[in-house]
């Protein structure tokens, strides 16, 4: 397994590069953004991986370790293979992967090129507990800033669904969103667990008044 490569950039493409490893010219399939801030010339270090096909041997790289485990990860998912994964790593960065993992929120690799709705649920579904979550955001003061609107309208909308009336759900998300523990509540799981944990179990409304 070739884990990682250093040598001279040869040639820059949209999506790949040719490094010059030892005299010898390897082609590497690197995310657009990589190829972006290469020059040839450049003396580069990738991480990477060598994808086995029955017809082709392709090798993959990133510019860091954490990239190439969650494109590992990635290729673990039903549907995913060597293509969409760079496609996703193409389009989000790890800290973002990990927040829509943790927030159970498949939006994010829906937008993705050659992703469709059910391979992103995949994706979500996966992956978490697989990848860590994003540490808490801080304001410019250096304090923890609070779950933001979109954790706390899911959280909302994920009690409504388990019967508890509109405003008896927001007031309850609200209320746990500002307490103490907020700083630990920053994503769709760990607000709405802790919000179930003060309203009890969940009720529905009579049928017919």
């Known amino acids: 397994m070739i ?95 990990a927040e829509a993992v943790a927030s159970d929120d498949d939006a994010p690799f829906r937008r993705v090129s050659g992703i469709g709705p059910k391979t992103a649920k995949l994706i979500v579904v996966q992956l978490a507990g697989k990848i860590d979550a994003p540490p808490p955001a801080h304001s410019s003061d250096g304090a923890v800033a609070p779950a933001s609107d979109d954790v706390v309208t899911h959280v909302v909308q994920a009690l409504i669904g388990l019967g508890w009336p509109e405003r008896t759900a927001a007031e309850a998300v609200a209320a746990t969103a500002s307490s103490a523990d907020a700083p630990d509540l920053a994503n769709v799981p760990a607000l709405l667990r802790a919000t179930l944990a003060t309203l009890g179990p969940a009720r529905k409304e009579p049928v017919g008044g």
């Not at 001279?8 to 390897?26: E, F, I, N, T, Y």
């Not at 090798?59 to 860091?64: N, R």
């Not at 954490?66 to 290729?75: A, I, K």
């Not at 995913?80 to 760079?86: M, Q, W």
């Open 3 to 97: 884990s990682s490569l250093t040598g001279a950039v040869a040639h820059v493409d949209q999506d790949s590069l040719v490094v010059d490893v030892g005299g010898v010219g390897l082609s590497v399939a690197v995310p657009p953004q990589v190829a972006r801030s290469t020059h040839i010339g450049e003396r580069i270090r990738l991480h990477t991986t060598l994808i086995v096909r029955e017809d082709a041997l392709s090798l993959v790289g990133f510019d860091s370790r954490e990239e190439l485990s969650v494109f590992s990860l990635l290729l673990g998912v039903t549907g995913v293979g060597p293509k969409s994964a760079l496609g996703v790593l193409s389009s989000l960065t790890v800290p973002q992967i």
